[in-house]
């Protein structure tokens, strides 16, 4: 063990070269990539399979449920054993998952097929542990910041290459695309992620067992995982109805032609930049409420103007916006609520946040089809204003940060702010 951390610590004085770095960022943007790739194609993944659209949607929200259980099992993992080895298998273990997802026949194969795929993507969760762990600490906010920004534009790829490929070579087709992909990462992942072991002071079952008692100790961990995990229903119950109701008439648009809405979340990533300067300068509270007023007001209009692709489009990219704010602020409050132990608060917050997102897949793509779009987006409206009623009920706290210079990407500010007696993420 002394060995193993000697390493760390060496590597953690080396820092990441570059290109890795930006390797590890591609790895992160794929993994994220495959749990949205089959939404843009719903329709014709329920044709193929001879089921409903709901039915499907269920399916399809066993991704981010069998993320949540990644987030649970496998990134302590890395604090455990070699990284390079733990995340080489969790990439290879998703290629296979992504073939034989490809050539299922039945729903509820689908749904368990998915669901180790939802798992497998949490490698991006990974990669940031282990880049908080051996980026040079003037350099780390930069360095999460690119990781996270891979993330960021997975989440958007994934519905835009997913929904272009299965319109190209059809659904089935396009997940042996992305299989092929995550087998050549596996290998480059093996090959370029230091060789390094953590030297986590809890056993991997000790971690697991206390990250449920910090949700029953800790309020401010509830109130932060509660309205996050609203505001991730809200996000993916719009998300995965717009691709039903798209799908449907009068539009009836191709898989290609709906994953090209997901261009509007570009939005997102610049946003997150704002919001961390802002939650450094007036606090996360008030950070939160804006973002939440914005996405809030954007999902009322957007049930009424699904028809104009250009106010949908200008509505979709104020709704991530604002969402994407709201999240960089919450976290940060959650990795100051401890610094001697900030990756277990945070998983436990990112536990209840992927619950609420995996109820709003499934509720989006149920809802439209059975009451409607404008209905699903007041249901998310909702959502989002007991949110926002959560957080003027909390006393809300400003998040210093001392990083030794400006994050690249503000997403990573709720990574990477380090109080005074310092800490890094995860």
Known sequence: METDLAGADAGRRRGLPGPVVWFMSLAAGLGTATIYALQPAIADVADSLHASLAAVGVALACGPLGYMVGLGLLVPLVDRFPPRRVLSAQVGALAAALLLCALVGDVLVLGATISVIGACSAVGAGLSSVVGRLASPHRRAATLGLLTAGISAGILAGRIVGGWLAEVIGWRGMLMAFAAACAAVAVGLLLVVPG?????????????????GLLVRNTALRSAATRGALWFFAF????????????????????ERIGLYAFAGL??????????????????????LLGLAVAGAATVIVGFALSSAPAT???????????????????STVLAIDPAAPARFNSAYMLVYFVGGSLGTAFGATAVERFGWPATTAFAAAAIVVAAA?????????????????????????????????FHNR
């Open 313 to 331: 489009l200008l509505c979709l990219a104020l709704f991530d916006a604002g969402l994407f704010a709201a999240q960089v602020a919450n976290q």
């Open 196 to 212: 390094t072991r953590g030297g986590a002071e809890r056993g991997y079952l000790a971690t697991l067992k206390s990250i449920p």
């Open 390 to 422: 959560i957080t003027l009920g909390a006393r809300g706290r400003s998040v210093p940060s001392t990083t030794p210079e400006p994050a690249e990407d503000l997403f990573i500010k709720s990574h990477a702010m380090e109080p005074p007696n310092g």
């Open 267 to 288: 939005l997102g990533i610049p946003a997150t930049r704002v919001a961390g300067m802002f939650t450094d300068r007036v606090g996360a509270r008030r950070v939160i």
């Open 236 to 255: 993916c119950a719009i998300w995965a109805g717009l691709a039903v109701a798209l799908s449907e008439p009068p539009y009836s648009y191709s898989a």
